[in-house]
C-alpha cells in the first residue's frame, strides 16, 4: 500500500526523490551512522509502503524537520513510532539526537500512542547514563534555523513553577498531559534552533528541568516506563546546561524509582553516583535530597548503620540550605518532604519510634502547606508505626486519614502508600477495624 504520508510531505517540503536521498546520507554521517546507504529507488520503495530499517525513519524523519523547519515526526511520515521509545533509554554523546530524541518523545507521549503505554521500565538502564554524565561528555552544537533570546528562555522558566506547583498540591496525574503539551509546542522547538552559547546552556537548563518533571509526574502516576525515558533524557539536557546540580537532581529522581520499584542497590548507585557530581558545588538542598535517597535504598538493603548515618548527613546538609537561594527545582525539598522520607527509612528499619516522630513532623509540615500527596504519605507512614507497635486503633485512625488525603490528588504513590498499609494490616485477620479500612479503600478505588 502506498505511503500517502510521505508523499504528502515530499511535496510539501519541496524536495526530489533525488535530494531527499542525498540528504538522508547526508544526516546519517551527522548522526555517525556511516553505513546507512540509500538511493532515488529506495525512496521510491518508501513512497510505495516499505518501511525502511532503523534508524532510518529517524534519519528521514530529521531530515524533513530541517528542511520544513519543525518537528516532523516518522509517526508523521507513515514511517511508524520510530525507535524513540528505546532512543529515549539511550543517553546520547551527539546533542542533535538526543533533541531528536526528546521531541519524538514528548510528541508520542502527547498522542498517548500505545508503545508507550506498554514500554517497560529497564533495570540498571542509568548505569551508562549517569557514568556518563560524571564523565561530562559535550559533543554538538544545536542545527540551524531562527536564533532563540534570553527573553524567549525566560519565559520558558517562568513557567516551570506553575507546572511543579501543579504536581506537588494535585498529584502528578493532574496536568502532566498538559506540560507535555506546552513542551511539544513551545520548548522542544527552541532546541532546534540557533543561539549564543550562553543562551544555549540556560535553554538546556530550562528545557532539563521541566522534561525532568514530566519523567517525575509520569513517575508519580505510576507510568514508570515512561517516566524512565524522560529522566535520561533530561539528565543529558542537564549536562548540555552545564549545571552539575541539576544533573544531580535528575539523579535522585532516578534513585527514587529504582529504589521504588524494588532495585535499592541500584538506587543507592545512583544516589551516590550525584552526590560525587556535587564534589565541586555548593548545593545543600540537592545534597540533602541524595543522602536521604540512600538512606532509603540502605534501609531496604537492611545496612542499619549505614541508613542511620545517611539521616544524620541528610540532616546535616539541609542545616546549611537557604531555600531562597535554592533553585526553583530545588523547592520541594524541604522538612515535609525530608521528614517524609526519613520516617519511611526508619519505617523499613523496624524503628517505630523514630518513624512516628519523623512522620508526625511531616504531617505538620504537608498540612501548614495543604499538600495532601506528602501528608497522605507520611500519615501512612505514622499508621505503620502503630502497627509495628500493635495498636491498630491508632494505625486505623491514621490509615482514614491517608485515604482522605489520598483521594485529594491523582498520585499512584499515594494510592499504593494505602495499599502498603492495607497489607500490612493482614496479620491483624478480620478485626472490625481492619475490616472497616478495606471497605474505605474499596469506596476510594471505585470513586477513582
Given at each position: 500500500m502506498a505511503n500517502e504520508n510521505l508523499a504528502r510531505w515530499l511535496a510539501r517540503s519541496g524536495m526530489s526523490r533525488g535530494e531527499l536521498a542525498r540528504r538522508v546520507k547526508a544526516k546519517a554521517v551527522d548522526w555517525n551512522e556511516p553505513h546507512v546507504a540509500t538511493s532515488t529507488a529506495r525512496v521510491r520503495f518508501w513512497l510505495e509502503g516499505q518501511i525502511p530499517r532503523t534508524p532510518l525513519p529517524d534519519i528521514i524523519a530529521a531530515v524533513f524537520s530541517d528542511c520544513v523547519g519543525y518537528r516532523v515526526t516518522t509517526y508523521d511520515l507513515g514511517l511508524g513510532d520510530g525507535a524513540s521509545t528505546e532512543g529515549a533509554l539511550v543517553y546520547n554523546s551527539s546533542y542533535a539526537a538526543t533533541v531528536e530524541v526528546v521531541a519524538d518523545l514528548g510528541r508520542a507521549d502527547v498522542d498517548r500512542r500505545n508503545f508507550l503505554a506498554g514500554a517497560p521500565f529497564a533495570a540498571l538502564a542509568g548505569v551508562g547514563p549517569s557514568r556518563d554524565w560524571l564523565m561530562n561528555v559535550?559533543?554538538?552544537?544545536?542545527?540551524?534555523?531562527?536564533?532563540?533570546?534570553?527573553?524567549?528562555?525566560?519565559?520558558?522558566?517562568?513557567?516551570?513553577?506553575?507546572?511543579?506547583?501543579?504536581?506537588?498540591?494535585?498529584?502528578?496525574?493532574?496536568?502532566?498531559?498538559?506540560?507535555?503539551?506546552?513542551?511539544?509546542?513551545?520548548?522542544?522547538?527552541?532546541?532546534?534552533?540557533?543561539?549564543?552559547?550562553?543562551?544555549?546552556?540556560?535553554?538546556?537548563?530550562?528545557?532539563?528541568?521541566?522534561?525532568?518533571?514530566?519523567?517525575?509526574?509520569?513517575?508519580?502516576?505510576?507510568?514508570?516506563?515512561?517516566?524512565?525515558?524522560?529522566l535520561i533524557q533530561s539528565l543529558r539536557l542537564a549536562e548540555e546546561s552545564g549545571n552539575p546540580a541539576l544533573g544531580a537532581h535528575v539523579l535522585a529522581g532516578m534513585a527514587d524509582q529504582a529504589t521504588l520499584l524494588g532495585d535499592p542497590a541500584e538506587g543507592r548507585r545512583l544516589a551516590q553516583a550525584g552526590r560525587l557530581g556535587l564534589s565541586h558545588v555548593n548545593s545543600p538542598a540537592c545534597l540533602a535530597d541524595l543522602w536521604c535517597l540512600e538512606a532509603r535504598a540502605l534501609a531496604l538493603l537492611d545496612d542499619k548503620t549505614a541508613a542511620a548515618h545517611a539521616v544524620v548527613e541528610s540532616e546535616k546538609a539541609y542545616g546549611k540550605a537557604r531555600p531562597a537561594e535554592e533553585p526553583e527545582w530545588a523547592a520541594f525539598i524541604d522538612p515535609a518532604y525530608l521528614h517524609g522520607e526519613h520516617a519511611n527509612t526508619f519505617r523499613d528499619l523496624g524503628d517505630a519510634t523514630s518513624a512516628d516522630e519523623h512522620a508526625r513532623r511531616s504531617i505538620d509540615h504537608a498540612r501548614s502547606q495543604k499538600r495532601a500527596r506528602r501528608g497522605a504519605m507520611s500519615q501512612a507512614a505514622l499508621a505503620v508505626s502503630h502497627l509495628q507497635r500493635k495498636d491498630l486503633e491508632a494505625a486505623h485512625a491514621a490509615g482514614v486519614r491517608t485515604l482522605s488525603l489520598a483521594g485529594q490528588v491523582k498520585s499512584s504513590r499515594a494510592v499504593e502508600a494505602v495499599h502498603d498499609l492495607q497489607r500490612r494490616m493482614r496479620p491483624f485477620g478480620s478485626h472490625r477495624l481492619v475490616a472497616d479500612f478495606n471497605e474505605r479503600v474499596r469506596e476510594l478505588t471505585t470513586a477513582a
Open positions: 559535550l559533543d554538538q552544537k544545536p542545527q540551524t534555523g531562527p536564533r532563540v533570546r534570553l527573553e524567549d528562555v525566560t519565559a520558558v522558566k517562568n513557567m516551570f513553577g506553575e507546572f511543579q506547583k501543579m504536581d506537588v498540591l494535585q498529584g502528578g496525574g493532574s496536568g502532566r498531559l498538559i506540560l507535555a503539551e506546552y513542551m511539544n509546542q513551545h520548548v522542544y522547538p527552541l532546541l532546534r534552533r540557533t543561539y549564543s552559547d550562553d543562551v544555549r546552556r540556560a535553554l538546556c537548563e530550562a528545557a532539563a528541568e521541566q522534561t525532568y518533571l514530566l519523567g517525575w509526574m509520569a513517575y508519580d502516576n505510576g507510568e514508570h516506563g515512561l517516566a524512565q525515558r524522560y
